[in-house]
């Protein structure tokens, strides 16, 4: 626990004070808890905020220093804000004393200007793309028109929330298979080029043929310690070459596509997609952004190529009069249980609600996905690493054991 010092607003007068929380969101819930309007939260014993000037970053220098979490947990707090009834020029002025220091800081106090001039929420956001996609935007904008911004803003944090957990869940899950992939393949490398030539110079000295499984590891032995440096050649050339194939909207689609045939690894790729696309589209659904708009929106954030042309292409059905379900289903893209529980959702007007139930059941789903291929992967590749070590050892002793069988 830390000591904050507050100065707030009870009713109309000023006040200041002390309080013990985890953080600085948690003395703003309780501040709010007590009825008080925050006008600045400062942890006790650390600088002032804005004691000393940061100096302000080119916008085009943003996005390299504020990442995705730094923007959900700033949606996070923006949000604690808003629904303590914090008016929203205070509670961006509030932000940006928290993040002085971070270029963030920068943006915020870059977005508060604006809206001080009478610019909308959204459209001051809008100016920072990289950190504010189309998405994000949208979503706000929504939020303004109905009045509903604290909700709106809310919705946002909890999307993104969710997205960064599922992504969060997927790669801490492929972390220990691929450690165990780089060491296998340290080994085995390691064992051809240093171990194996060893043993060449006395099988040569024997003077006598070599079994095929020895006489085939020396020859692969040798074409690694020829072939060396082909290894920088794939490195440097052949992966920046297909990362930028990749970045191609024909390379990205075919590439995308293949994901979604590969075995067991298509389901994830496949799921997550669905996920993600889900709870964008639920999201924006529910907070009042028309269902053609909220189509282009979500389209990008799938992940997946296939499954964002697919949704494209369905924007036109859509604008002409056809069901949404109906146009997905026709894709081959969507498994069956989207897009019937999608139909559900038009036929009972809960659209965004089954939307969001569709993107809980496939993060569930990843995850038990995820568990078991990492269960799977790993008595498999300690297999294999046990099979290519044996078979190395077994090569090495036949000319041995082939010669005390002559001499005997």
């Excluded at 995308?256 to 669905?274: E, N, W």
Aim: charged share 20%.
């Amino acid at each position: 626990m830390a000591t904050f010092t507050y100065t707030a607003l009870d009713k109309s007068r000023k006040i200041s004070g002390e309080l013990n929380a985890s953080d600085a969101q948690a003395a703003l819930m309780e501040l709010a808890r007590k009825g008080l309007t925050p006008l600045h939260v400062q942890e006790k014993g650390k600088p002032a905020a804005g004691a000393s000037p940061s100096k302000k970053s080119a916008p085009s220098l943003f996005a390299k220093r504020v990442g995705y979490k730094h923007i959900t947990a700033f949606t996070r707090q923006f949000a604690t804000l808003l629904a303590s009834n914090l008016p929203l020029i205070r509670a961006l002025d509030f932000l940006r004393d928290q993040y002085q220091g971070s270029p963030l800081a920068d943006v915020i106090g870059s977005v508060a200007t604006d809206v001080r001039e009478g610019q909308p929420l959204s459209r001051a956001l809008a100016d920072h793309p990289r950190l504010f996609d189309r998405l994000y935007v949208s979503l706000v904008a929504a939020g303004e028109a109905g009045g509903l911004l604290g909700e709106a803003v809310d919705r946002l944090a909890f999307m993104r929330e969710s997205q960064e957990d599922l992504r969060a869940k997927v790669k801490g899950a492929l972390i220990y298979p691929a450690i165990m992939f780089v060491a296998m393949v340290g080994a085995v490398v390691t064992m051809m080029l240093v171990v194996v030539p060893r043993f060449a110079g006395m099988f040569a000295d024997m003077g006598q043929s070599l079994p095929w499984a020895t006489q085939a590891l020396l020859d692969i032995s040798h074409g690694l310690q020829k072939s060396w440096w082909a290894f920088p050649i794939v490195l440097f050339v052949v992966i920046p070459a297909w990362k930028k194939y990749g970045a191609t909207p024909d390379g990205r689609m075919r590439i995308d596509s293949a994901k979604l045939r590969v075995p067991a690894v298509g389901d994830i790729v496949s799921q997550v997609s669905m996920a993600r696309w889900c709870r964008t589209l639920g999201t924006l659904i529910g907070s009042g952004v028309p269902l053609l708009t909220a189509l282009q929106s979500s389209a990008g954030v799938a992940g997946n190529m296939a499954v964002t042309k697919a949704v494209q292409a369905s924007i036109s059905d859509v604008r002409e009069g056809k069901k949404l379900a109906d146009t997905l289903k026709s894709s081959g893209i969507f498994p069956r249980y989207v897009t019937e529980m999608i139909s559900m959702g038009e036929e009972s007007g809960s659209l965004d609600a089954m939307l969001g139930k569709v993107a809980d059941h496939y993060e569930r789903e990843v995850d038990q996905l995820v568990k078991n291929l990492t269960a799977m992967l790993e008595p498999i590749m300690i297999l294999f690493m046990g099979g290519v070590v044996g078979f190395i050892v077994m090569a090495m002793l036949l000319p041995v054991f082939q010669m005390q069988l002559m001499a005997g």
